[in-house]
């Protein structure tokens, strides 16, 4: 096999094992399904319903993509901007696309550690699109499939603004790298210039915020925030 295809894979893996690990981090059971059905990961509330009797069940659907791009800043101009591409299979986004108790999950992870990034173990940025926002943006021009290719192409590019005060934030676009109708996700670590939906798109517990808001169940109030 080539090296290139080991490489997706451990990547894969590690985007994959990221997730888990916060969830568990939210007080969640986690799972990885043996058979590709389209769903990477599975998280479950066993222990609040152990601890609980009588609690319904929650479960949440997970796709994980993973990426890896060097990500940089010129030393003369602050200001960046770096574009990742994740691949789909059509059958997964009309999976993920049916409702909010799914989301894709993309981890970008940075070539090597610098000043800008210091992530090559952990990730130098993650981000979630719920079904409902999938729904959107493949409407809004999202997917493309490039030539030769049988899968699905979503491009995201992640920005940080050029003044000193800018915040590092991913934008969905087209094809021709154009946002796409709900493609802002907000920006990483400010509380200014919110998403679309105002949810907290760069973290597990912001996912899981929403989607509950959403469902109309309370959240959770041991659930720590990561």
Not at 66 to 86: K, L, Q, Y
Not at 93 to 103: F, G, P
Not at 180 to 197: N, Q
């Amino acid at each position: 096999m080539a090296q290139d295809f080991f490489d997706l894979l451990y990547n894969g893996y590690t985007g994959e094992y990221q997730l888990m690990s916060s969830l568990y981090r939210n007080g969640l059971d986690a799972l990885r399904p043996p058979a590709d059905m389209g769903i990477d990961v599975v998280s479950l509330n066993l222990k609040q319903q152990l601890e609980h009797p009588g609690m319904a069940p929650e479960t949440f659907f997970f796709q994980v993509k993973t990426a890896v791009t060097n990500v940089s800043e010129a030393a003369d101009r602050p200001g960046a901007i770096a574009t990742v591409e994740f691949k789909l299979k059509q059958s997964e986004v009309d999976l993920l696309a049916c409702s909010r108790d799914r989301a894709l999950f993309c981890y970008v992870y940075n070539y090597e550690a610098d000043s800008l990034t210091d992530a090559f173990e952990a990730p130098f940025i993650c981000f979630w699109l719920d079904g409902t926002l999938l729904e959107k943006v493949r409407s809004g021009g999202a997917f493309f499939r490039k030539e030769g290719e049988p899968k699905l192409t979503l491009a995201c590019q992640l920005r940080k603004p050029k003044h000193e005060y800018g915040h590092w934030h991913a934008v969905v676009v087209d094809e021709k790298g154009s946002k796409v109708d709900g493609g802002y996700l907000g920006v990483v670590g400010g509380s200014g210039y919110p998403a679309d939906d105002e949810a907290d798109h760069y973290s597990v517990v912001g996912y899981l915020k929403y989607a509950r808001s959403c469902s109309g169940v309370a959240e959770k109030s041991d659930s720590p925030t990561q």
